[in-house]
């Protein structure tokens, strides 16, 4: 069973950045971040290969968002830049096992807490 610990998320004027972590408690495949508003479905925001090699974006934050992760501190991170009010959520980190970068949910098995990111307009 993996762990994930999210941290990062705070309060931010539009047009500001943020950088979320989340460090996981043992080695993983893919990892990502979703996002979550009240009352929407989560929706996928990135994910990164186990290499780093690969990664996906949503369209909305393609540009803006750069996802990286370090493996000798099983952490991955997510850089936010160019902030809108509409990229306000709760952040959730995700991790999987094998092989493929993964893009929905379902492909997720081990899941963060989430952390609030609130961008003021």
């Known amino acids: 069973q993996v762990q994930l610990v999210e941290s990062g998320g705070g309060l931010v004027q539009a047009g500001g950045s943020l950088r979320l972590s989340c460090a996981a408690s043992g080695r993983t495949g893919a990892m990502g971040w979703f996002r979550q508003t009240p009352g929407k479905e989560r929706e996928f925001v990135s994910s990164?290969?186990?290499?780093?090699?690969?990664?996906s974006y949503a369209d909305s934050v393609k540009g803006r968002f750069i996802i990286s992760r370090d493996n000798a501190k099983n952490t991955v991170y997510l850089q936010m830049n160019s902030l809108k009010a509409e990229d306000t959520a709760v952040y959730y980190c995700?991790?999987?096992?094998?092989?493929?970068?993964?893009?929905?949910?379902?492909?997720?098995?081990?899941w963060g807490q989430g952390t609030q990111v609130t961008v003021s307009s």
């Open positions: 995700a991790a999987r096992s094998g092989l493929g970068l993964g893009e929905r949910q379902w492909e997720f098995p081990y």
């Open positions: 990164v290969s186990r290499s780093g090699g690969s990664t």
